[in-house]
């Protein structure tokens, strides 16, 4: 049997779903690389719903590796946004409400200068998922969503930022102050005001 994603439906509000994502910002020099299912006319960012027996770094490494047949050779939390919007899921709308962290990544033994941005790939999964390398100057012509976060690459915030992206009159950011991990094991997350964020 497989473990189950979080995702959880509410069962005293109707058609109310949550739930918990993780997205990995795959850079190549001055490349990114963005996903879009054959379903969707938009862009979004290789990810997926983390499980609920591993925490959000193995998660966005297994999403990479299933969706992409990539190992990441690198993670780092860089973001965390919140998100609500409608969706309309065999005929009837869901109203979603997901927590999404976001992991700037690159991936191991890969040649940069055979990438050809633009050219649609598939991964181990097949026709499902297409993917395609973007220059970062190029994202604003393209849609990828949610769009708060896509205009933060090229210039990504140097500390851990908290986003809400719900709604379409903007999005609130909030940059951490940097912290350092006791015993100087490197740069450690901080908690985001009014989050509560386990392991952080």
Not at 19 to 31: C, M, Q, S, T
Not at 113 to 139: A, C, M, Y
Request: net charge negative; charged share 25%; hydrophobic share 40%.
């Amino acid at each position: 049997m497989d473990t189950p994603d979080i995702s959880l439906e509410i069962d005293n509000i109707d058609n109310f779903v949550f739930n918990a994502r993780v997205a990995a910002i795959i850079e190549a020099g001055p490349h990114v690389l963005i996903a879009r299912s054959i379903l969707d006319p938009y862009f979004h960012f290789p990810g997926g719903r983390q499980k609920v027996d591993e925490n959000s770094e193995l998660g966005v490494r297994r999403e990479v590796r299933e969706e992409l047949g990539f190992e990441l050779a690198s993670v780092k939390p860089a973001l965390f946004a919140e998100n609500t919007f409608s969706l309309d899921v065999d005929g009837q709308t869901k109203n979603i409400r997901e927590f999404v962290l976001y992991f700037r990544a690159k991936v191991a033994d890969l040649d940069v200068d055979g990438i050809r941005p633009g050219l649609v790939f598939l991964g181990p999964e097949g026709e499902r998922t297409q993917f395609q390398w973007h220059l970062k100057s190029n994202l604003k012509n393209i849609d990828l969503r949610p769009r708060a976060v896509a205009d933060l690459i090229g210039e990504f915030p140097e500390r851990f930022t908290y986003m809400d992206v719900s709604g379409s009159t903007g999005c609130t950011i909030v940059e951490t102050p940097g912290l350092t991990r006791p015993g100087g094991a490197g740069p450690a997350l901080a908690r985001p005001s009014g989050l509560n964020l386990p392991g952080i």
